[in-house]
């Protein structure tokens, strides 16, 4: 009786273990509004630099560099000066939105990844970057639902995001991070990427441009598969801002996060290293509580069976 008791308690126990360690919901893509059904016309491809850009058969953008190098890859949404059909149909996804998102699958190698498109307006064309102000943190999502604030850094002439050698998932922008002014000293105040829509009439976007550096020895390719607009307020729960860490050092180990389900950004998150997270309560903590919970059903198997001998 006491082995058959033993066993259906540990069961219990693995399987609560098992439950409170349990991996969160993942990203809630169906917050995702499309901007682009895919590359899926066979529009004016460029690319300048170290590398090569094309359409793949799955009608994605692919950017293929050799080694360390940096490739300006353009596709031209119009050739004269009409959006073509499927952009325009999400046209105004751009103007409700809080956020941007590129999906990409990067290679094997380390790579920095810079959009760079072109908002016009009559015959004036601006650039469209991100800014180096950390107040509102830009968020790498994985496949899986992981999420982890991503690292930000100056290099050429741009701001750039680093993605992880064989990183594959959304890169989240917000919007106030998006900018014309693109130079290294803009890391403070909001971005105007809206204002230039309310205020100057801009259209987005003339062309889709990015900018990719591969930060490796190798060969490696960085895949465009979709970009897309967010209307919510999203909140990851990122740790609050750490003021001594320099917000554009690359950690020497990346923290990772667990998103909930309709999960995003919010201003003033940190580049502290974020703890992984299960429905926004430490995983950590749930370990200590499952052994702990282990720990009382020990405890109470051998009271009983003490009195048992006893008795």
């Known amino acids: 009786m006491k082995k058959k008791l033993f066993a259906v308690l540990a069961v219990i126990a693995v399987i609560c273990a098992m439950t409170m360690t349990a991996v969160a919901a993942p990203f809630d893509t169906s917050l995702?509004?499309?901007?682009?059904?895919?590359?899926?016309?066979?529009?004016?491809?460029?690319a300048t630099g170290d590398g090569v850009a094309s359409l793949t058969e799955d009608k994605t953008y692919l950017v293929e560099i050799d080694g360390y190098g940096y490739v300006a890859a353009g596709y031209a949404v119009t050739t004269d000066g009409s959006f073509w059909a499927t952009f325009i149909a999400h046209e105004d996804n751009l103007y409700a939105s809080k956020y941007m998102v590129l999906q990409?699958?990067?290679?094997?190698?380390?790579?920095?990844?810079?959009p760079y498109h072109i908002a016009f307006s009559g015959?004036?064309?601006?650039?469209?970057?991100i800014s180096g102000n950390e107040e509102y943190p830009i968020v790498l999502v994985n496949d899986n639902g992981e999420y982890q604030r991503?690292?930000?850094?100056?290099?050429?002439?741009?701001?750039y995001v680093i993605l992880p050698a064989d990183f594959s998932g959304y890169i989240v922008i917000p919007n106030e991070r998006l900018t014309s002014d693109i130079t290294e000293e803009n890391t403070e105040g909001v971005g105007?990427?809206?204002?230039?829509?309310?205020?100057?009439?801009?259209?987005?976007f003339w062309q889709l441009n990015i900018y990719v550096e591969n930060r490796g020895e190798e060969e490696t390719t960085l895949e465009w598969v979709n970009m897309f607009a967010v209307s919510e307020t999203l909140d990851f729960d990122l740790p609050a801002a750490d003021p001594t860490e320099d917000p554009t050092e690359t950690p020497t180990e990346t923290p990772t996060e667990v998103a909930s389900q309709g999960a995003s950004v919010t201003p003033g998150q940190s580049t502290a290293a974020a703890q992984t997270q299960q429905g926004g309560f430490?995983?950590?903590?749930?370990i200590v509580i499952a052994v702990v919970v282990v720990a009382i059903i020990v405890v109470?198997?051998?009271?009983?069976?003490?009195?048992?001998?006893?008795?």
Request: overall charge negative.
């Open 104 to 114: 990409v699958k990067n290679g094997s190698q380390e790579t920095a990844i810079s």
């Open 123 to 129: 015959s004036v064309t601006t650039p469209v970057s």
């Open 282 to 286: 430490p995983t950590w903590a749930w």
């Open 192 to 204: 105007d990427y809206m204002a230039m829509r309310t205020e100057q009439d801009y259209r987005f």
């Open 150 to 159: 991503a690292v930000v850094e100056f290099s050429l002439d741009a701001w």
């Open 300 to 311: 109470v198997i051998v009271v009983a069976s003490k009195k048992k001998k006893e008795n």
């Open 32 to 46: 995702l509004l499309p901007v682009t059904e895919q590359f899926d016309i066979d529009k004016v491809v460029s």
